[in-house]
């Protein structure tokens, strides 16, 4: 019996999120879909539903997807929001929205992934960042904090997973993400493109693990 690798995408919508899952069904992966909604249009994927700021619904999906396609091979945490605003402007609200969001989410879906992936010994587990990660703009205060944050998540993991046989790795996204559909413009990043990269990060040899990798147009000036 021929045993089909699964990937899991949480945060599968326009842009990124489609074309890792379009990237992951190609290479024959049984692939999870999961979005608020649930819904895809993809071919060769399974749509879930899920709020992945709630620890019950992200218990309650790899659960569901464990007994529907398998333990993942493959987990790539592509949530966040973008808030612009100055520190005088973001509410109280907005702030923890954003943080639970694009940071406690990561935790919650980084833990189920570890707890599926250890018994085994393998797997992969990608986290979506942005220039944000490294560095906080002025008006981006509530962007910049959750994406410090889910960096420094991707550290710790990686320090303590990897000797455990699981690739922790986070993709700091320099450039603005063109929508599905769209020619490729001079200064964006193209999904499909950016997907492929998170592929090959999947598929590197243990002996030559990359922890962080930035990928950026080749008109981004940095």
């Known amino acids: 019996m021929t045993f089909k690798e699964v990937a899991v995408v949480v945060g599968a919508g326009p842009g990124l999120g489609n074309a890792l ?70 509410s109280d609200a907005l702030f923890e929205r954003a943080w639970r969001t694009g940071c406690f989410g990561g935790f919650l879906v980084g833990r189920a992934a570890a707890s599926a992936m250890l018994p085994r010994g393998s797997g992969s587990i990608l986290f979506s960042g942005a220039t944000a990660s490294i560095r906080g703009g002025a008006g981006f205060a509530a962007f910049a904090v959750p994406k410090f944050g889910l960096r420094a998540l991707a550290q710790s993991m990686a320090r303590e997973l990897g000797p455990k046989g699981i690739h922790v790795a986070h993709v700091i996204l320099d450039g603005m993400i063109d929508q599905d559909g769209v020619a490729p413009s001079a200064n964006g990043l193209a999904p499909d493109s950016v997907a492929e990269a998170y592929f090959q990060l999947h598929r590197q040899a243990h002996h030559a693990w990359t922890q962080e990798i930035d990928l950026r147009p080749a008109g981004e000036r940095f």
Do not use: H, K
Not at 56 to 75: H, K, N, R, S, Y
């Open 21 to 90: 899952v379009r990237r992951f069904a190609a290479a024959g992966m049984q692939v999870a879909a999961v979005s608020r909604r649930g819904i895809t249009t993809e071919p060769g994927a399974r749509g879930y539903a899920c709020d992945a700021t709630q620890p019950a619904q992200v218990t309650a999906l790899f659960a569901a997807i464990a007994a529907e396609l398998g333990q993942p091979d493959l987990v790539v945490f592509n949530v966040g929001t973008w808030d612009r605003g100055g520190i005088l402007e973001i």
